[in-house]
């Protein structure tokens, strides 16, 4: 009788081990699998964000089969414990120690980097960077507005050429124009705002994009209008009988 409870509690212990063993190679292959991923997503962003969610389930699931893992070895113990089994109350401490070792670091780890990082990133950003960071602002005001500028008094120049010429050749005047303000679109519009001839992306257009009111009367009193739209267009009006709006590159 004693034989065969050594014999079962033998067979049982080395499933245990095989059980133990074939898991933690399992877990360690995901790993390197993982990490392999991880280093090549690092140099192709491309590649990470369209796996994103793969990667995401990845994760969750190796995390959930670590859970899974601990926890059966738990409950191992507890039972090995209940029963009395000899050196149960060895591994519990065992099993207590590894534990403190391997979560207590990376608790203190976690804690200290992220303290570092929520209040030392802003001392990064100090003088010197501010500043630069402002000119660099003011630099680019600066440029967009002299584009504005340029636009507008060449603009103003045509307009005051092509004010001489008759509708029925507005169009052949405006794609002259077109290339020498080197613009992507001109349109001419008249006092009450309808058009007469354009140029470009919107003469395919049945009813192209009309300044409003307040561009036109600004028009007529300052003779001409710049205003930038976004960071790439800049759309400039010009003179009092004759609105043109034109877009010019960057």
Do not use: C, H
């Not at 926890?71 to 149960?88: A, D, K, P």
């Not at 209040?119 to 003011?138: C, K, P, T, Y």
């Not at 630099?139 to 507005?145: C, V």
């Not at 124009?177 to 001419?188: F, G, I």
């Amino acid at each position: 009788m004693n034989l065969q409870v050594s014999g079962g509690s033998l067979k049982s212990s080395k499933a245990f081990r095989w059980t133990v063993g074939v898991g933690i190679g399992t877990i360690v292959a995901l790993g390197l699998v993982l990490m392999f991923l991880l280093t090549q997503a690092t140099g192709n962003r491309e590649l990470y964000e369209r796996n994103y969610a793969l990667l995401l389930v990845l994760n969750i699931a190796v995390a959930g089969l670590l859970l899974l893992v601990i926890g059966w070895i738990v409950v191992r113990l507890l039972l090995r414990l209940r029963r009395g089994r000899f050196g149960s109350r060895l591994l519990v401490k065992l099993a207590a120690i590894f534990a403190l070792v391997g979560l207590v670091p990376g608790l203190m780890i976690y804690v200290v980097s992220y303290q570092f990082v929520s209040r030392s990133i802003e001392s990064w950003f100090d003088v010197e960077v501010e500043g630069a960071l402002a000119a660099g602002l003011n630099l680019g005001r600066a440029t967009l507005d002299t584009l504005a500028a340029d636009l507008g008094n060449k603009t103003r120049q045509a307009a005051t050429q092509i004010a001489e010429t008759p509708d029925a050749m507005a169009g052949l005047a405006l794609e002259r124009l077109r290339d020498q303000l080197q613009a992507s679109d001109v349109v001419l519009w008249s006092p009450s705002g309808q058009v007469i001839a354009s140029a470009g992306d919107s003469r395919f257009l049945l009813k192209p994009e009309r300044p409003s009111v307040q561009q036109l009367r600004s028009a007529r009193t300052q003779r001409v209008v710049t205003q930038i739209e976004g960071l790439d267009e800049v759309v400039s009006a010009g003179n009092g009988e004759l609105t043109a709006g034109a877009s010019g590159p960057p």
